[in-house]
């Protein structure tokens, strides 16, 4: 599976922007995926996960009520539309596949990793 992250870009604090990850290689809808972030000076922290099909997502405390991901498995395609966007959101985000179904917020179980694209939010 190969994964290609595009939408980052700077924006303002309470703006928008929405990544996508096109993924080929595999069949879409039976890998759980997910975006992860890592700040400057910071470790690698997990954002959403959705599961296989679509039916089931996670979101970290930070970012809950503000980012949805979504998953078309027509076109391979992940998403992470972002509103109110704060400073602390500036990183870099990743796209991610794991074998199996099931979203999972353990970024260890995730094989396969987009090249990350960057998000800055100024204040």
């Known amino acids: 599976v190969q994964l290609q992250a595009s939408g980052g870009g700077l924006v303002q604090a309470g703006g928008s922007l929405r990544l996508s990850c096109a993924a080929s290689g595999g069949p879409f809808s039976r890998y759980g995926m997910g975006w992860f972030r890592q700040a400057p000076g910071k470790e690698r922290e997990f954002v959403a996960v959705i599961s296989g099909r679509g039916t089931i997502t996670n979101y970290a405390d930070s970012v809950k009520g503000r980012f949805t991901i979504a998953k078309d498995n027509a076109k391979n395609t992940l998403y992470l539309q972002m509103t109110t966007l704060k400073p602390e959101d500036t990183a870099v985000y990743y796209c991610?596949?794991?074998?199996?179904?099931?979203?999972?917020?353990?970024?260890?179980?995730?094989?396969?990793w987009g090249q990350g694209t960057l998000v800055t939010v100024s204040s």
């Open positions: 991610a596949a794991k074998r199996g179904v099931p979203a999972d917020s353990r970024s260890s179980l995730y094989a396969y």
